[in-house]
């Protein structure tokens, strides 16, 4: 930046290099892009992923003695499943079923 007096003149005039001007504009224009992009792939705006809707959407994640539930579209082909008919998890005799719960598949003590 350049300070000029001319004589007879009482006013200052500054003059600016305009180059440098145009470099800070450019780099001002990408930092407001680039600050809008993040805040479009923010991890707080993701989609939630709905497992279920009802009850009956959820089922054991597990053939055998299962521990927790999944969407039933995600679970197992029990066919040719041979389980034992011990009450070893908490699914097994009744103890507890699957529920959904906030939109989530979750295991709900029966007692």
């Known amino acids: 930046m350049k300070i000029k007096k001319k004589k007879g003149i009482k006013k200052v005039r500054i003059t600016h290099n305009k180059s440098l001007l145009y470099v800070i504009a450019v780099l ?4 407001i892009i680039v600050i809008i992009l993040a805040m479009k792939n923010s991890p707080e705006k ?3 992923v709905s497992e279920c809707n009802i009850d009956t959407d959820c089922v054991p ?3 055998c003695h299962p521990e927790s539930c999944v969407a039933k ?3 197992p082909d029990c066919t ?3 389980c034992s008919l011990e009450c070893s998890s908490v699914l097994d005799c009744e103890a507890s079923s699957c529920s959904c719960v906030n939109n989530k598949c979750e295991v709900i003590n029966n007692k």
Do not use: N, Y
């Not at 001002?28 to 930092?31: A, D, P």
């Open 73 to 75: 579209d995600l679970a």
């Open 61 to 63: 994640d597990t053939c």
């Open 46 to 48: 993701e989609d939630v």
């Open 80 to 82: 040719s499943a041979f």
């Open 28 to 31: 001002f224009v990408l930092f």
